[in-house]
Nanobody, 125 residues
Framework: QVQLVESGGGLVQAGGSLRLSCAAS????????MGWFRQVPGKEREFVAGISRSGISTSYVDSVKGRFTISRDNAKNTVDLQMNSLKPEDTAVYYC??????????????????WGRGTQVTVSS
């Protein structure tokens, strides 16, 4: 029903910035809460940032607060993650997720309905 494609990953130096984008298909994008997650080999997927259907609410994992910003453009069916002051521990595959939501709230769980295939972010020290 929904296809998600991430882009914008790459190799950056510590302290640098990177902007990830997620493009979604479908005509009901505005009904989905959206989130960014990350995963490293041998570890479980981690919630990084989320945004409610309308964009009125956002939420972040403590480790990225003040450094990352999630935003969405419902007219373009896109969700972005601006990452500043990157650290080596931010290195991971970053995934975009979508969850069909009745209420305009952020979902910090891993129980999302659709996932992209991920984009690699590597921060060198």
């Amino acid at each position: 029903q929904v296809q998600l494609v991430e882009s914008g990953g790459g190799l950056v130096q510590a302290g640098g910035s990177l902007r990830l984008s997620c493009a979604a298909s479908g005509r009901t994008f505005s009904s989905y809460a959206m989130g960014w997650f990350r995963q490293v080999p041998g570890k479980e997927r981690e919630f990084v940032a989320g945004i409610s259907r309308s964009g009125i609410s956002t939420s972040y994992v403590d480790s990225v607060k003040g450094r990352f910003t999630i935003s969405r453009d419902n007219a373009k069916n896109t969700v972005d993650l601006q990452m500043n002051s990157l650290k080596p521990e931010d290195t991971a595959v970053y995934y975009c997720g979508a969850k069909d939501s009745v209420h305009d709230r952020v979902d910090r769980s891993l129980w999302y309905d659709y996932w992209g295939r991920g984009t690699q972010v590597t921060v060198s020290s």
